[in-house]
C-alpha cells in the first residue's frame, strides 16, 4: 500500500468513527443484538465441503510456492487452448467449409454465376 492510499484509508476509518460516535443508544442496541443473533447462527452452521475446499483453495494463493500462480495459469490456459482445438476439430464445420471454398474456386463457372438469381433454373434444366 503505497502513502497516498494509506492516507486515503485514514481518513475512511477517521470519518467512520466520527460517524459512528453520532448514532444513538437504542440504534447501537439493535445493532449489537443483531449481531449476536448472526454470530450465534453462524456457529450453528455446519461447515460445507465446498466452503472448506474454499478456504483452502484461498490459502494455497496467500502464501504461494514462487511460480504456483503462473504454473496454475498456464495449465489452464493450455488446457481451455487444448479444449477449443478438440471442439474445433470433432465439430468438422471447418473442413466444410474448407471444401466448399476449394469446390469454388477450382470450377470452371464465375463465383458470380453462383449468385445469379436464375443459376437455379438454369441448373435445373441442366440436370434433367
Given at each position: ?5 494509506h492516507e ?17 443508544n437504542?440504534t ?18 455446519p461447515?460445507m ?19 504456483i ?14 479444449g ?16 466448399l471454398?476449394?469446390?469454388l474456386?477450382t ?9 445469379d438469381?436464375?443459376?437455379?433454373s438454369?441448373?435445373?434444366?441442366q440436370?434433367?
Amino acid at each position: 500500500m503505497n502513502a497516498h492510499e494509506h492516507e486515503f484509508a485514514l481518513k475512511i476509518v477517521r470519518e467512520l468513527d466520527r460517524s459512528t460516535r453520532s448514532i444513538d443508544n437504542d440504534t447501537v442496541a439493535k445493532l449489537a443484538t443483531a449481531r449476536e443473533q448472526a454470530l450465534a447462527q453462524y456457529q450453528q452452521a455446519p461447515a460445507m465441503g465446498v466452503a472448506v475446499a474454499g478456504r483452502t483453495f484461498t490459502q494455497m494463493f496467500e502464501h504461494p510456492t514462487p511460480g504456483i500462480r503462473y504454473a496454475l495459469s498456464l495449465a489452464v490456459l493450455i488446457l481451455g487452448l487444448a479444449g477449443i482445438v478438440y471442439w474445433q476439430s470433432s465439430n468438422g464445420a471447418g473442413s466444410e467449409i474448407a471444401d466448399l471454398d476449394a469446390r469454388l474456386l477450382t470450377d470452371d463457372l464465375p463465383i458470380d454465376a453462383y449468385l445469379d438469381k436464375g443459376f437455379d433454373s438454369w441448373l435445373k434444366r441442366q440436370q434433367r
